[in-house]
């Protein structure tokens, strides 16, 4: 508990300060913020050594620094990339039975609509769905019967047939 206390301590003392570095050297509060955090984890996950530095604050400023440094290049090569490659073809607007289908999947409960999409749409078995939810199969194919009857209803079409077997 002591060795986090430090931490703690150290991170109330030192937080504006780096973050004022990072926003200064970014120019961007968000890029800063996200820099500062993902450091301050760096250096919670090491404390027990950097607490030994002579100067952790600048241990974490150095880290957020090559943090947004990284964040850039990536920025950059990704846009080098879009100018030699272009955007690609543009993808196809959804048709309207899909907009129907999500429109009417998302009016499900979350528990028959994650058994409907895992069975229907990545065609996992029931005893698939079952080991991914941790629910009992049975339990499955009672979601599955219950969310077609309500699909049905709300895109007003019968999905009735022989699911006993699901």
């Known amino acids: 508990m002591a060795e986090e206390d430090g931490f703690e301590e150290f991170y109330r003392g030192t937080r504006q300060r780096v973050m004022t ?3 200064a050297m970014s120019g961007d509060r968000n890029e800063a913020q996200d820099a500062a955090q993902e450091a301050y984890v760096r250096a919670w996950q090491r404390w ?3 607490r030994g530095y002579d100067d952790p604050e600048a241990w ?3 880290v957020g620094y090559r943090l947004c440094v990284s964040r850039w290049r990536k920025a950059r090569n990704a846009l080098t990339a879009h100018r030699r490659h272009g955007t690609g073809a543009e993808a196809e607007p959804p048709s309207e039975n899909t907009v129907a289908l999500v429109r009417a999947l998302r ?4 528990a028959d609509r994650e058994a409907i999409v895992m069975h229907h749409l990545l065609d996992l078995t029931v005893a698939d769905v079952a080991a991914h939810t941790g629910v009992p199969a049975n339990t499955i194919k009672t979601r599955l019967v219950r969310g077609r009857k309500t699909l049905a209803g709300l895109l ?3 999905l009735t047939g022989d699911y006993t077997n699901a």
């Open 21 to 23: 570095f990072l926003y």
């Open 48 to 50: 027990s050594t950097i």
């Open 60 to 62: 974490v400023r150095t």
């Open 107 to 110: 009016q499900l409960p979350a």
């Open 156 to 158: 007003g079409t019968d």
